[in-house]
């Protein structure tokens, strides 16, 4: 689990293909005090397994689902990726819980400096707009952020600066996609109301049935 509060900028050293994906070499600064070799560290929001360090640099590999469904499936070298260690349960969580399960990519509409601080638009695929709601928390490029305004398949989120200039928003630009995960609880209510439902719908056509209809 992570909370979505970026401890480092990391950068991709090299893209090595392997059976069934890449092996990603990244590069960082912060994240080396207690890092090792089968840690979880969210890469972009991408909860991934370190498999090696050297140095400032540690290796993870991305297969399967997680190559299909993220923007590691078309990352470059020298790209830079956020970066969070697995959480500790003893301290403090600033932003929410996160697991590090990508849903789908969203694409940047737009961004742009409002004031001091910065303005981004997502546009999200239909499926993942009925988990949206306003100030509630959802996660972009591994980055705890707060809906703002939702609008069909678009949401605003407002950018403060801290966040800004300690994480790879920086760098994006638009058009550029961007790795989400809606809340989680989102989607256990929304398993629990359909289970709901069936069941009910189940015990209905049960009893119609046993009265002879």
Request: proline share 1%.
């Amino acid at each position: 689990m992570f909370s979505g509060i970026i401890e480092d900028i990391g950068q991709i050293q090299k893209i090595d293909t392997i059976k069934g994906g890449i092996r990603l070499t990244v590069s960082a600064s912060k994240i080396f005090d207690d890092l090792k070799i089968g840690d979880s560290v969210s890469v972009d929001g991408v909860c991934l397994t370190v498999t090696s360090i050297n140095n400032n640099n540690f290796t993870v590999d991305v297969v399967g689902e997680t190559l299909k469904k993220t923007t590691l499936k078309k990352i470059k070298n020298k790209s830079y990726v956020n970066l969070e260690r697995a959480i500790k349960f003893n301290e403090r969580i600033g932003g929410h819980l996160i697991q590090g399960h990508i849903n789908n990519t969203a694409r940047i509409k737009q961004l742009k400096r409002l004031g001091e601080n910065f303005l981004l638009k997502l546009e999200l695929p239909d499926d993942l707009m009925k988990y949206i709601i306003k100030e509630g928390s959802i996660a972009v490029d591994g980055i705890s952020l707060t809906v703002a305004d939702k609008f069909e398949n678009t949401i605003s989120i407002s950018i403060i600066p801290h966040t800004w200039q300690h994480t790879t928003l920086k760098f994006k630009k638009e058009n550029d996609l961007v790795n989400i995960e809606v809340d989680y609880t989102a989607k256990y209510i929304e398993n629990f109301i359909n289970n709901y439902f069936s069941q009910k719908s189940d015990l209905k056509e049960l009893r119609l049935k046993n009265l002879g209809y």
